[in-house]
């Protein structure tokens, strides 16, 4: 089941190219590195997938129904990647903020939020304005309510950014949890080695467009051709373009290894 | 507009916590009581027509505490959540745009009322003591209708909140509110004696600005004048949810127009 689609995308802000006619889709229980550099358009993706713009053309689904439409949002948890909260709350009202506007009951959300902020480690500073807390246990709390109202889909834009070692491998695990337990998973990431830690496929931007996109299994360990050699040629100046398109095409129908895409569809 | 009672609740909260926790308004307590307390209690001179004009001083005082309260709290609404991106995971759980308007507005007022709630206790007890007049009716009304003014200048400060920075809001909604309060009933005769086109903007001002005169009963409460009618007092209070809810439509209509 396909829980994002995008079909042809395209979103330019004024005369300045955002996004470029992007196609992508993420099935059920699925983990998704979206990587590219700064100004790829990761964050402009994530901001249609979230309903707050909408695109200039194409058409785009989130499970199965319209963004901008809150019963969609209602399935969908995000954390952002720099979202300081309200610096004069504490992580319990922060939680129940986040409670209420997803209509949780007072119950329903005490219980929740106890159970988070002791799965993320705020268990000792929950008596403490949000204001005190270091970038990462900001980022730990924003974990808290993205997991809030237990979404299907999970949007996570940069999400190991200010996490210390213990707190990353908590989090991989957190997200390797979710996926078990049928969740599907789409992460905009610099962090390529985390990417080849835990998504099932990957799909690299450039300047809007997507360059690259296929399983992580594929290239997980072979040094020839591992994640981070893909991404340095795909955002490199060299040739073949054409070629890289269509391999694109070709691993994401098969699932092949990207080189062994690129290979098929030279020769 | 969708709106859900859980939901406004929830951001209506916030913005009664933000403000109390912030204690931008102890400051304001202390000057009103440090201002409030002298003018309240001493009578200069033995005169006691100069105690009922202290009264209204302390009076004017509390009129102008609760203009920046409410414009200082409205005004900060949205601006510091688009800084700080707060507003994203905001509008990522299953709200609408409406919702988030109605919460944020409910929330400023209640803040703001509470707070007049307090200068006004504080003025009824110490005139009570003096003159031996305990919250009579005249002294309710204007309660009553300051919370409506409340309403309108809460509703301006969150209109431009979209579209100003706080420090512009500010500025233009005070001046505006002020300048109504104090020659909102003398409009049409300044119009009639200014040529065109002075007359014009006049006159548009008049039909359109919002007449902060009507919430003014202050002076009825220092002369203690008898109360006006109930039927007029909610004539005034259906003109400030009127005035409020046309503020609040333009505000969303900026509000969705807004991109991320």
């Known amino acids: ?51 707050f713009c909408r695109p ?15 019963a969609t949002r209602a399935k969908i948890g995000y954390m952002p990647e720099t979202a300081y909260y309200y610096p004069y709350l504490h992580v319990r009202e922060l939680l129940s903020l986040y409670g209420g506007l997803c209509g949780m009951s007072k119950s329903a959300i005490r219980e929740r939020s106890e159970e988070l902020i002791a799965r993320v480690g705020l268990k000792d500073a929950g008596d403490r304005l949000l204001r005190h807390y270091s970038k990462g246990m900001l980022q730990r709390a ?4 993205a997991l809030l109202h237990d979404p299907d889909l999970l949007i996570l834009d940069e999400p190991f950014t200010g996490l210390d070692p213990l707190a990353r491998i908590h989090f991989r695990d957190l997200i390797l949890e979710l996926k078990r337990r049928g969740k599907t998973i789409f992460f905009s990431s610099h962090e390529l080695s985390e990417a080849e830690l835990i998504c099932d496929r990957v799909a690299i931007l450039k300047q809007g467009s997507l360059v690259w996109s296929g399983a992580v299994g594929a290239v997980a360990g072979n040094g020839e051709q591992n994640l ?17 398109k269509r391999a694109v095409a070709c691993a994401e129908k098969t699932d092949a290894s990207p080189r062994a895409a690129e290979e098929e569809v030279q020769s | 507009m969708k709106v ?18 912030r204690k931008d308004l102890i400051v304001v307590f202390v000057l009103g009581a440090v201002i409030l307390l002298p003018l309240a209690l001493f009578t200069p001179f033995g005169v006691s027509g100069a ?10 005082l509390v009129w102008l505490f609760s203009l920046v309260i409410g414009l200082g709290v409205s005004a900060r609404l949205f601006p510091p959540e688009f800084e700080s991106r707060t507003i994203y995971p905001m509008l990522a759980k299953p709200v609408a745009r409406g919702t988030i308007l109605v919460g944020k507005y409910l929330g400023a007022l209640a ?28 002294f309710v009304q204007a309660f009553v209708l300051h919370v409506g003014f409340l309403a309108v200048v809460t509703a301006l400060g969150l209109a431009g909140s ?60 220092v002369h203690q004048w008898p109360a006006i009618g109930w039927g007029v007092c909610a004539a005034v209070l259906i003109y400030a949810a009127g005035y409020a809810a046309v503020c609040l439509a333009l505000a969303s209509v900026a509000f969705r127009k807004k991109r991320f």
């Open chain 2, 51 to 60: 105690a009922r004009y202290m009264n209204e001083v302390a009076l004017l």
């Open chain 1, 228 to 244: 981070e050699r893909i991404f340095l040629k795909m955002l490199g100046e060299s040739d073949g373009s054409d070629v890289r």
């Open chain 1, 1 to 51: 089941m396909e829980i994002v689609k995008l079909d042809g995308v395209t979103k330019a802000f004024g005369s300045v190219p955002a996004v470029n006619g992007l196609s992508l889709t993420i099935r059920q229980g699925e983990i998704l590195g979206f990587l590219g550099t700064n100004g790829a358009g990761k964050t402009t993706t994530i901001k249609m997938l979230l309903g």
């Open chain 1, 142 to 145: 924003g974990i808290a309510q």
């Open chain 1, 56 to 70: 200039d053309a194409g058409c785009l689904s989130v499970l199965g129904g319209d963004p901008c439409d809150p």
């Open chain 2, 162 to 221: 979209l579209v100003l920075t706080p420090s512009a809001n500010l500025t233009m909604n005070g001046l505006l509110v002020i300048g109504m309060l104090f020659f909102g009933q003398r409009l049409p005769s300044l119009a009639a004696a200014q040529p065109q086109p002075g007359k014009a903007v006049l006159t548009l001002l008049h039909w359109f600005a919002p007449h902060m005169e009507f919430f003014d009963l202050r002076q009825r409460v």
């Open chain 2, 4 to 21: 859900c009672p859980r939901q406004i609740q929830a951001l209506a909260r916030l913005s009664v916590l933000e403000l109390y926790r």
């Open chain 2, 111 to 138: 803040a703001s009322v509470s707070a007049l709630m307090v200068f006004y206790l504080a003025y009824g007890v110490l005139v009570g003591v003096r003159q031996g007049a305990w919250f009579p009716v005249v």
